[in-house]
């Protein structure tokens, strides 16, 4: 369950609008609703040669990770594991953040 294209909304929704799609650790809104900034940096071609285990990304470059997919998105493009890019710059409605510890 998230907020995608098919679900008709049109918008971001409130968080926590889908319970049922929960993961087994309680996280919510991993995909779906707004892309979420990471802090990584962009490179295409990085996980080819990536440490397997908690890979940083590169040290610099000129745009940051943005994961998760967005209300706009088709259902089958929105996942945790979805990731793209993009200048930390503006504002943008499918565009968020995620507050984490």
């Given amino acids: 369950m998230l907020n995608s294209w098919e679900g008709g909304q049109g918008d971001t929704t409130a968080v926590g609008s889908y319970a049922a799609g929960a993961s087994p650790y ?11 900034w990471v802090a990584d940096w962009y490179d295409q071609a990085y996980y080819a040669n990536a440490p397997r285990k908690n890979p940083q990304g590169p040290s610099s470059g000129p745009y940051r990770v943005l994961r998760g997919g967005s209300w706009n998105y088709f259902q089958d493009s929105v996942r945790a594991s979805g990731r793209s890019d993009g200048t930390p710059v503006g504002r943008n409605n499918p565009i968020g953040f995620r507050c984490a510890q």
């Fill in 26 to 36: 309680g996280a919510m809104d991993m995909a779906g609703d707004v892309w979420q």
